[in-house]
């Protein structure tokens, strides 16, 4: 069983990094890069540290700026949800 676990942590951080650029898209979509520019600024530096990572094949670093990138870009996503929401309201 551990040898799963330490095979499944050593594969290439395929779900990760399209977990991250779909929450990059997401927040994007949703003008994040005007009302959250330095989450999504740097959810887009660790996505691109994450792709050199995985070019490398340092997938333990991939994996991590991925996830990183990740949050970063939800958190850019839910202010921008947050600033759409509080806006003026139509007459």
Known sequence: M???AVVACAGAPVQEMSNARQAVAAARQMGAEHTASKEMSEAER???MAQAALDKGDYGTARADANRARDHA???LRI???QGSSGPSPP
């Open 46 to 48: 660790l996505l691109q």
């Open 74 to 76: 939800v958190k850019a």
């Open 2 to 4: 551990l040898v799963l």
């Open 80 to 82: 921008a949800q947050q």
